[in-house]
């Protein structure tokens, strides 16, 4: 059984688009979304619709999700992502936003073999950067193999006994294989906005039944995303970052 797991599309259908695309060609048997359909990009609705429309999907909201729904305040945004925040509200749909309200909260179990979050186990908002944001993360884990976005960074977590390894992929088609006796919580990075100057969309494929997860960089036309930022007068360092994976 294949998951497609994919994170912070940010409102960026082109990069969506690309790992559609890259589905279509896969035998995915189940879609799992990890939070953040809105925010910073100019294509909400469309990105929104495509989701809504993968089956079967499992997924949880992110904080940008939480804002444009107007359940979470802006005041701890940077400018530029309240900016992006307040125009996506003006700009999705009523049922859209309705959707976005409706989102469960992280964590949640996924087919009995997983557990996914945005941000962290415990706290989903809560950035894990480093071991030891891992470490305490893994107390909260339940089963031992969890994924999580937020950062925009693909990583893995490993720990076996009291020692907890991080992992940053820098490569595409990298492949962890899930062992007895180890935990794992997985980042499979950002399909629409990656900050790990790889502007490529990131996701990961988890074979459940090989206990293998790989991870994947796809191109997708930057130029047309950049330019419906531009367009939407939105902050065009939103649309520079593009370009450069930042």
Same mark, same amino acid.
């Given at each position: 059984?294949?998951?497609?797991?994919? *994170?912070?599309?940010?409102? +960026?259908?082109? &990069?969506?688009? /690309?790992?559609?695309?890259?589905? !279509?060609?896969?035998?995915?048997? =189940?879609?799992?979304?990890?939070?953040?359909?809105?925010?910073?990009?100019?294509?909400?609705?469309?990105?929104?619709?495509?989701?809504?429309?993968?089956?079967?999907?499992?997924?949880?909201?992110?904080?940008?999700?939480?804002?444009?729904?107007?359940?979470? *305040?802006?005041?701890?945004? +940077?400018?530029? &992502?309240?900016? /992006?925040?307040?125009?996506?509200? !003006?700009?999705?749909?009523?049922? =859209?936003?309705?959707?976005?309200?409706?989102?469960?909260?992280?964590?949640?179990?996924?087919?009995?073999?997983?557990?996914?979050?945005?941000?962290?186990?415990?706290?989903?908002?809560?950035?894990?950067?480093?071991?030891?944001?891992?470490?305490?993360?893994?107390?909260?884990?339940?089963?031992?193999?969890?994924?999580?976005?937020?950062?925009?960074?693909?990583?893995?977590?490993?720990?076996?006994?009291?020692?907890?390894?991080?992992?940053?992929?820098?490569?595409?088609?990298?492949?962890?294989?899930?062992?007895?006796?180890?935990?794992?919580?997985?980042?499979?990075?950002?399909?629409?906005?990656?900050?790990?100057?790889?502007?490529?969309?990131?996701?990961?494929?988890?074979?459940?039944?090989?206990?293998?997860?790989?991870?994947?960089?796809?191109?997708?036309?930057?130029?047309?995303?950049?330019?419906?930022?531009?367009?939407?007068?939105?902050?065009?360092?939103?649309?520079?970052?593009?370009?450069?994976?930042?």
């Amino acid at each position: 059984m294949r998951f497609l797991i994919f *994170s912070d599309i940010h409102g +960026n259908v082109e &990069a969506l688009n /690309a790992v559609l695309a890259f589905a !279509k060609k896969k035998k995915i048997a =189940h879609f799992v979304c990890l939070g953040d359909l809105v925010g910073y990009g100019a294509s909400p609705n469309e990105v929104i619709q495509k989701v809504r429309q993968l089956k079967p999907l499992s997924m949880i909201r992110g904080n940008h999700d939480k804002a444009v729904g107007g359940q979470e *305040s802006i005041d701890s945004f +940077n400018p530029i &992502a309240a900016s /992006a925040i307040r125009w996506t509200r !003006k700009s999705v749909s009523k049922s =859209h936003g309705d959707f976005l309200r409706r989102l469960d909260k992280g964590p949640k179990t996924v087919a009995g073999r997983f557990s996914i979050c945005h941000g962290s186990p415990f706290d989903e908002d809560y950035y894990i950067f480093g071991e030891y944001d891992a470490d305490e993360a893994f107390g909260y884990l339940n089963p031992g193999l969890g994924f999580f976005g937020h950062t925009h960074f693909p990583f893995v977590y490993i720990k076996h006994g009291d020692k907890v390894q991080g992992i940053f992929v820098d490569c595409e088609d990298y492949e962890v294989r899930i062992e007895e006796g180890r935990s794992y919580l997985i980042n499979p990075g950002s399909v629409g906005q990656p900050r790990d100057r790889d502007p490529r969309a990131s996701f990961i494929v988890y074979d459940a039944d090989h206990k293998l997860v790989r991870f994947y960089r796809l191109d997708y036309d930057i130029e047309a995303a950049q330019k419906k930022i531009r367009k939407a007068d939105l902050p065009h360092a939103l649309a520079d970052r593009l370009a450069v994976g930042l």
